[in-house]
């Protein structure tokens, strides 16, 4: 088995995160777990941006209709649709308006497991639920209740790549090829060669 060192991940710091001035502490997040920061850069996402980003997987709209209902139905309460899909098409119009209600900042991560690490490091989609420890579970507390309340997208910060297939046709919407920098960090010795040789003197 091996494990590429050049796995990337697409992370978005969604117009909230810009709002409630977390772009530094986002960055430490998942700075100081070892990963590498090789693109970055704020911009005001286009609609058609938004949509395409969100159809990419052709399973996503089925999926977050699914877990938003499991999420009504774990608390004992009818969810307001439960067509998996019906509810897919109204989240991507609601994250349409959420991407482009002000600026975003588009990052590539790469490292061991980044796509995984990341989302571990971010939480779950509702940051009432998620634990504490995960930037969402720490810095936000909207759920689905209150989103669906007031007919919009849940408020979580970051968007972050779910699978390493997802993950490249991401990159490839929000980066061209000659924006993501190719270089070396000093702490990959320590964190990937197999002998830790010329610490000491
Ligand atoms: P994640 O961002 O955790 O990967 P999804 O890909 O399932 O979550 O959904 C994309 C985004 O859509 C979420 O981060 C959230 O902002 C929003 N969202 C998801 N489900 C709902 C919902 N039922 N109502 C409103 N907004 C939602
Ligand atoms: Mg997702």
Not at 102 to 107: E, F, Q
Not at 152 to 172: F, K, M
Request: net charge negative; charged share 25%; with cysteine.
């Amino acid at each position: 088995m091996t494990y590429p060192k050049t796995e990337r991940t697409l992370v978005i710091i969604k117009p909230d995160g810009i709002q409630r001035t977390l772009i530094g502490e986002i960055i430490k997040r998942y700075e100081r777990v070892g990963i590498k920061l090789v693109a970055i850069k704020m911009l005001l996402p286009t609609e058609e941006k938004v949509e395409k980003h969100y159809l990419l997987d052709p399973s996503w709209k089925k999926n977050v209709g699914e877990k938003s209902i499991a999420s009504y139905e774990k608390k004992g309460i009818t969810p307001p649709s439960t067509d998996p899909i019906a509810v897919g098409n109204m989240v991507v119009e609601k994250l349409k308006k959420y991407f482009t209600c002000g600026p975003v900042i588009a990052m590539v991560w790469e490292g061991a497991h980044v796509v995984e690490v990341v989302r571990k490091i971010t939480g779950g989609t509702e940051p009432r639920s998620t634990d504490v420890g995960t930037i969402r579970g720490d810095f936000v507390l909207d759920s689905y209740i209150m989103a669906d309340t007031d007919d919009r997208a849940i408020r979580n910060l970051i968007h972050a790549s779910g699978t390493v297939d997802e993950s490249a046709a991401e990159i490839a919407l929000w980066f061209t090829p000659n924006e993501i920098i190719e270089y070396s960090l000093i702490q990959e010795q320590i964190l990937y060669d197999v002998n830790i040789d010329g610490v000491l003197e």
